[in-house]
């Protein structure tokens, strides 16, 4: 598949998925800047680990696309610059608890902390 642009070409969603999900089950964390792009670009990101602060960036910066919000309409929920917010997403770990905890807040997401390896949580549903 190509974008337009000559020699260049994109994944489908499905390929990225995969090439994510593979990526996931080969390695413990992701701590190459070109994960970055593949964390940001998930389309299910349920119960995602955490291992890394670029991780949670990029996570954070992941669950924002996938609402289609900008940065400034996640601030402007909980009282943050789109600076700010930017901030967040490329270096949270120069960013507070606090800042985080109103970024999380704002796209309705919550901290869980358990013991590495153990399985998330099946629902129900």
Do not use: H
Not at 29 to 43: N, V
Not at 65 to 79: A, I, N, P, W, Y
Request: charged share 25%; proline share 6%; with cysteine.
């Amino acid at each position: 598949m190509t974008n337009g642009r000559v020699g260049v070409k994109t994944r489908s969603p499905s390929v990225l998925l995969e090439s994510v999900l593979s990526l996931l089950r080969d390695k413990q964390f992701l701590p190459c800047k070109r994960d970055k792009s593949i964390l940001s670009s998930l389309t299910d990101m349920n119960n995602y680990p955490i291992k890394t602060p670029k991780q949670l960036g990029s996570v954070l910066q992941g669950y924002r696309r996938e609402r289609g919000l900008t940065q400034t309409d996640v601030g402007t929920k909980v009282g943050l610059a789109q600076k700010a917010v930017s901030k967040i997403e490329l270096a949270p770990e120069r960013a507070g608890l606090n800042m985080i905890f109103k970024l999380l807040a704002a796209l309705d997401l919550e901290l869980v902390v358990r013991p590495r390896g153990t399985p998330a949580p099946r629902s129900e549903w």
